[in-house]
């Protein structure tokens, strides 16, 4: 394998993770009310984003490590779980 399919495959395999993350702190940005924001209390864009993305690419990787393969749904759905979890905690959302 050459240097650019590595990195074309690495890319693509992080790139739910991203996608994941940049929407759900834009929705957050966007609907103030969305996941139990406040706005006194968000945390900076940019670490938000960091901490959703690395939570997603954990449970990807996790999901590659449990079933010997990417892109199965259930990775796809607790991708989607555990990042919405994690945003819900950095927005402190039980404090509603």
């Keep these: 394998m050459t240097a650019y399919l590595l990195l ?6 992080v ?13 957050t940005r966007l609907m103030p009310g969305f996941l ?3 706005r ?8 938000q984003l ?17 079933f010997g393969r990417d892109g199965k749904l259930l ?6 779980g555990g990042a919405a979890l994690s945003q819900w905690l950095l927005l402190r959302g039980w404090k509603r």
């Design 75 to 80: 990775t796809y759905a607790a991708l989607a």
């Design 40 to 47: 006194s209390m968000v945390p900076s864009m940019r670490s």
């Design 50 to 66: 960091a901490v959703t993305f690395l939570t997603g690419l954990v449970i990807l990787v996790a999901g590659l490590l449990v």
């Design 15 to 27: 790139a739910p993770a991203a996608m994941v993350a940049l929407l759900l702190v834009l929705a």
């Design 8 to 13: 074309n495959h690495l890319l693509n395999f």
């Design 36 to 38: 139990g924001a406040k």
